[in-house]
């Protein structure tokens, strides 16, 4: 069950079980990062739910906030249906480019497609922040380099301690 509350008339926002929720540290992983969740195939809270088990099952990683979903109208290309998006807070004990690999990896394990760019899509993984690292190399960007021109993680992002 979620709680559904209007924010605009585009963005709606909505509170779950395991969505809007902290969880207490137990572990001694290394690094802090944010990731951002999305999809607009399918079962897209459903999958959510997934997710959050399947990182709560694994022991490289520790799940320790997670935001509200936001529901918000897609950008780039905009002939598609509206995106679910949150961010989730982990403590992780792998280096960025691992990390990256196992985002990549749930991706595929969740059917991602990857057919052009702004796809329609079952889930969708960025890391938003990793630690305080800056990095340039053509398979990924730290910080994001659009996380502040987005609603989709500013609004998610504005509810969790970063």
């Not at 207490?24 to 809270?45: C, E, F, L, P, W």
């Not at 979903?69 to 280096?95: A, E, H, T, W």
Request: glycine share 4%; aromatic share 12%.
């Amino acid at each position: 069950m979620y709680l559904k509350r209007e924010l605009s008339p585009s963005l709606t926002r909505y509170k779950g079980l395991h969505f809007a929720s902290r969880y207490r540290q137990k572990s001694a992983h290394r690094y802090k990062t944010i990731v951002g969740v999305g999809g607009n195939v399918g079962d897209v809270k459903r999958r959510f739910e997934h997710l959050f088990h399947c990182l709560k099952k694994d022991k490289r990683v520790e799940l320790i906030e997670t935001s509200n979903i936001l529901k918000n109208p897609p950008f780039g290309y905009v002939d598609q249906g509206d995106f679910l998006n949150c961010v989730i807070v982990l403590r992780v004990s792998m280096q960025p480019m691992v990390f990256l690999d196992y985002l990549m990896r749930l991706e595929k394990k969740f059917a991602r497609k990857r057919s052009f760019a702004n796809a329609p899509r079952t889930l969708d993984l960025d890391i938003i922040f990793f630690e305080n690292r800056v990095i340039r190399t053509p398979r990924l960007f730290l910080p994001h380099p659009h996380w502040f021109e987005r609603e989709s993680v500013v609004i998610p992002l504005s509810e969790v301690s970063v």
